[in-house]
């Protein structure tokens, strides 16, 4: 009897329990290993790295806005490793984004039609520069954010600041930023699952926008409320192209609905046509 390695997938897409599981691990570990693989490729450039993620602070130092003396330091002796480690994951994240991103993905992609898969993998083929784009809007912001938290320090006193503590800001806040910028991507996602109709999305438009505001009000913590609106905008237009995407695999499924009913209509025999 010849044995079977691999079952046939159902061809709705159902799995049970366990295969669900199973399917968890896989696309798990490929995410683990492709930010591993781009983990290598910052700490070859961790240098420049550093040297770019701290410019703020030097540039903030040489023009000496303030008495208060500012730098970046390293208190710990494991500082430096830590740092090291942190900045190498973190262009990891960025650089495997593309693989991590089709995982996410493709743990959704079984339940879908053919039709709904084509149109979703054409937008989560934009989710790549989405995501890139709002880690470079949020470091277009740092500095202002930079200057703005650090103008609080007295004269008298000095802005010393540990080299893990800065960078774990710095790195947070731009990795909020391209995640919140994926935020369509997750919206049609839910939407192709059939958990979030569009017209729920519309009703709470609202809601939405005013989220939008406050987490960059929350994320831009700068006395401008023009870098406010400036990350605020791009967010809402993605919200409400998820919006439009959810209205058109909407009315996809419906028509498609629709025909299966009429299809399932007996006729005076009691027969389906």
Known sequence: MRLRLRRDRDPEGRMTLGEHLRELRRRTVISVLAILVGSIVGG??????????????????????????????????????????????????????????WQIWAFILPGLTRREKRLSVAFIAAAVPLFLAGCYMSYLVLPRAVETLLSFAPDSGSNILGSADYLSFVLKFILAFGIAFLLPVFLVGLNAM??????????????????????????????????????????????FVAVGIGWLLDRRRAK???SVDWL??????????
Do not use: H
């Open 256 to 258: 498609r609905d629709a």
């Open 44 to 101: 070859k450039y961790y240098a420049t790295l550093y040297n770019t993620l701290t410019l703020p602070i030097r540039e903030m130092a040489a023009r000496k806005t303030s008495g208060a003396v500012t730098t970046v330091n390293f208190p710990q002796i494991t500082d430096a490793f830590s740092i090291f480690i942190a900045v190498s994951l973190f262009v990891g994240v960025i650089v495997s984004s593309p693989v991590w991103l």
């Open 264 to 273: 399932n209509v007996p006729d005076d025999q009691g027969s389906t046509l």
């Open 194 to 239: 059939g958990a979030l109709p569009s017209r729920v999305m519309i009703k709470g438009w609202r809601v939405a926008v005013f989220l939008c505001f406050l987490f960059t009000a929350i994320m831009t913590p700068t006395p401008d409320p023009w870098m406010m609106i400036l990350m605020a905008l791009p967010m809402v237009a993605l919200y």
